[in-house]
């Protein structure tokens, strides 16, 4: 199956994260702080990562931005009990894939994890600067 990534500060929150996804046959490696999780992301490269949206002193959806950077394969779901409208619109912006909210059933997370799983691979937007280069007209 695939490789996933779990960061949240909460324990018993980790802990069901990584249950859901490894009843599914997926490889999970689970950290609480969001520094562990980037040492991984990086060396693993993981198909999935699942990000709380407040870890401690960290933004989740830096995170996001940090992990989309690090790692452009990996496709990042934002788990957190914060649903504001602009909330999301921003961890969309920043590069999350999908955005779940707690308190969450155990086949949002699959459905979740599913979906990413099955979308194309998106690279993060490359900003490229455009010239235009005018011939010298005869004189």
Not at 29 to 35: L, N, P, Q
Not at 42 to 48: G, I, L, S, T
Not at 97 to 117: G, Q, R, S
């Amino acid at each position: 199956m695939a490789n996933i990534v779990v960061v949240d500060d909460y324990p018993p929150i980790l802990e069901l994260l990584t249950a859901v996804c490894q009843a599914q046959g997926h490889e999970v490696r689970a950290f609480e702080s969001s520094e562990a999780g980037m040492e991984m992301i990086r060396d693993w490269q993981p198909e999935v990562a699942l990000l709380d949206r407040r870890l401690g002193g960290e933004d989740g959806l830096d995170l996001v931005q940090r992990v989309r950077t690090m790692s452009p394969q990996t496709r990042c779901v934002m788990v957190t009990a914060c649903n504001d409208t602009q909330d999301i619109v921003q961890a969309m912006k920043r590069g999350a894939h999908n955005y779940v909210t707690k308190p969450f059933e155990n086949a949002d997370i699959i459905n979740a994890v599913n979906e990413a799983l099955a979308s194309p691979n998106e690279e993060p937007l490359v900003r490229q600067k455009l010239v235009i280069v005018f011939p010298k007209q005869a004189a």
